[in-house]
């Protein structure tokens, strides 16, 4: 990419040069033969990456985009030349064995993880039975031109923790690979939960994908005041609203109020871990007047009080059970 770029990579960091665009790339050797690239960037032009398929060699890219725009653009996702256009907020895993292009929209600011693991570390990971019935079936459905998850707030919040132009942790390469981990294990355990019990994968149309993408962007976008009415957010979908709330449940997996109160806890949690903030202040910026109801709320979703979870002992507690969770699958 630096090549490309016509710029000077320094220590895996690369700046997006002007005159193309602006924002910033990184890359991370991690154990096991992880590796791990992170983007927060803009092109004027768009980007086009293309791989070719290495006949010999077998491993995945799985990538987590985030394209930051209110815009509704009707893009296939998939074609028949395997080329992705990254202008929704999707999960997508290619393998090495097929040709790939992957399209940045112009003008469009795009945060992204991507993270390249190799087939002897998802055998090891998840075990080779697991591993063969989660391969085969995401690409029977990738190739059938069905999206099997999209991006929410548990998944935005490891993103965040992972898209910065310098990640200032003691123990940096541990830290980015647990996330990577947990990024891994939330895929494959949610893909093949969904595939156990039968439920029907989304089945909509892309122009009513990008539009309730564009809902759930807002919905999540501040918690700090009143969330949006269905009659708003049917009007934005331009849905009725009983389409809305159907459609919505189907491709996030909960009702519309049910979704934004969970994305809003995620984000206190979020913030009381950071230890930047008293338990005060996050519950105003998480739109509680109210003190007690917000810790009857927090204590609801995760079982202890924010002020529990800023105490030292508890904080480190909960951030080891993170670390560890992703060691096995559930």
């Known amino acids: 990419m630096a090549r490309s770029f016509r710029v000077h990579a320094e220590n895996s960091f690369i700046r997006v040069p002007e005159n193309i665009g602006s924002g910033f790339f990184a890359a991370y050797n991690l154990p096991d033969g992880l590796s791990v690239m992170v983007s927060d960037s803009v092109f004027n032009e768009g980007l086009s990456i293309r791989r070719h398929a290495v006949a010999n060699q077998q491993y995945f890219i799985l990538q987590f985009n985030e394209p930051l725009s209110d815009d509704v653009i009707n893009m296939e996702n998939y074609n028949e030349q395997h080329t992705y256009n ?56 990738l190739l059938k031109k069905r999206n099997p998850e999209f991006i929410g707030t548990e998944y935005r919040v490891i993103m965040d923790e992972l898209i910065k132009e310098q990640i200032e942790h003691p123990l940096q390469k541990k830290f980015i690979y647990n996330r990577a981990l947990l990024l891994i294990e939330k895929l494959v355990t949610g893909f093949l939960s969904r595939l156990e019990k039968n439920s029907p994968l989304v089945k909509l149309k892309d122009d009513e994908i990008s539009r309730l993408i564009k809902v759930e962007s807002l919905l999540v976008k501040d918690f700090s005041g009143t969330p949006p009415t269905i009659t708003a957010l049917s009007k934005i979908a331009t849905m009725s609203p009983t389409k809305l709330k159907k459609d919505f449940k189907s491709m ?41 109801h917000f810790a009857a709320s927090f204590k609801k979703e995760f079982g202890v009080l924010p002020s529990e979870m800023v105490t030292n002992d508890h904080a480190v507690g909960f951030k080891e059970k993170q670390k560890t969770k992703a060691s096995a699958i559930a």
Not at 124 to 140: M, P, R
Not at 269 to 291: H, I, P
């Open 252 to 292: 996030y997996g909960l009702p519309i109020y049910e979704y934004y109160q969970k994305n809003r806890m995620m984000r206190a949690k979020s913030l009381l871990l950071s230890g930047n903030f008293a338990v005060k202040e996050v519950g105003m910026m998480v739109g509680y007047s109210n003190l007690g």
């Open 86 to 141: 990254l202008q929704k907020n999707t999960i997508l895993l290619t393998s090495s064995l097929m040709d790939t292009t992957v399209v940045r929209p112009p003008k469009v600011r795009t945060r992204s993880v991507n993270i390249i693991l190799g087939i002897d570390f998802l055998n090891s990971f998840i075990g080779g039975e697991v591993a063969d019935k989660f391969l085969s079936n995401y690409f029977s459905l």
